[in-house]
């Protein structure tokens, strides 16, 4: 005759089986630093400065994006970043193009898997990213991929989600990557 497991038994083992399989699938969604396509590189440091590409819209466009970077200065450890004259050591270059997707990320100096500096695209046709909300929401995820964030899908989090959203904010996961750079 089989021995009868204790509900305290039952209880331990379903809790080690769904801990098990909830960290597996967590960490295998998790690509932090792991670059494109769905992750950004690890940047070099938390100093995150930023400038302009030729024919960046100004105005609302500018405001946003400074807002972006301030944003990402208070939730985490960067800090020091600032906007300047576009050179080699300038951490995210800001782009502004009609292309087929809302924006991009793209590093342009990797040495082996830190990005030293990135180009970050964003969509000018207001067909595929209408002004505003889903535009700073865009700016978010993309400096976020310069940060070396993955995105993710499903319930909306943060601006690192896919698709459309308009949040503006990383979520308390992604500030722990953020912050945990070398």
Same mark, same amino acid.
């Given at each position: 005759m089989p021995r009868v497991k204790s509900r305290g038994q039952v209880f @331990?083992?379903?809790?080690?089986?769904?801990?098990?399989?909830?960290?597996?699938?967590?960490? #295998?969604?998790? #690509? $932090?630093?792991?670059? &494109? &396509?769905?992750?950004?590189w690890i940047p070099d440091n938390h100093d995150h400065d930023w400038c302009w590409s030729t024919g960046w819209p100004g105005g609302s466009w500018v405001t946003d994006a400074n807002a972006r970077h301030?944003?990402?200065?208070?939730?985490?450890?960067?800090?020091?970043?600032s906007n300047q004259t576009c050179s080699s050591g300038t951490d995210v270059y800001w782009k502004a193009v009609s292309i087929s997707a809302r924006g991009t990320y793209v590093c342009d100096?990797?040495?082996?898997?830190?990005?030293?500096?990135?180009? @970050?695209t964003i969509n000018t046709n207001t067909a595929v990213l209408p002004?505003?909300?889903? !535009? !700073?929401?865009?700016?978010c995820h993309e400096l976020g991929h310069s940060g070396g964030l993955s995105h993710y899908s499903g319930t909306a989090l943060d601006c690192m989600v896919s698709? #459309?959203?308009?949040?503006?904010? $990383? !979520?308390?996961?992604?500030?722990?990557?953020?912050?945990?750079?070398?």
């Amino acid at each position: 005759m089989p021995r009868v497991k204790s509900r305290g038994q039952v209880f @331990v083992l379903v809790v080690l089986v769904a801990s098990l399989f909830l960290n597996s699938s967590i960490a #295998s969604a998790d #690509s $932090y630093g792991a670059g &494109p &396509p769905n992750a950004g590189w690890i940047p070099d440091n938390h100093d995150h400065d930023w400038c302009w590409s030729t024919g960046w819209p100004g105005g609302s466009w500018v405001t946003d994006a400074n807002a972006r970077h301030v944003n990402l200065e208070n939730q985490t450890l960067f800090g020091g970043g600032s906007n300047q004259t576009c050179s080699s050591g300038t951490d995210v270059y800001w782009k502004a193009v009609s292309i087929s997707a809302r924006g991009t990320y793209v590093c342009d100096d990797l040495n082996g898997s830190i990005c030293d500096n990135a180009s @970050v695209t964003i969509n000018t046709n207001t067909a595929v990213l209408p002004s505003g909300g889903e !535009r !700073r929401k865009t700016m978010c995820h993309e400096l976020g991929h310069s940060g070396g964030l993955s995105h993710y899908s499903g319930t909306a989090l943060d601006c690192m989600v896919s698709g #459309s959203s308009t949040l503006i904010s $990383y !979520r308390a996961h992604a500030v722990g990557h953020l912050d945990a750079l070398a």
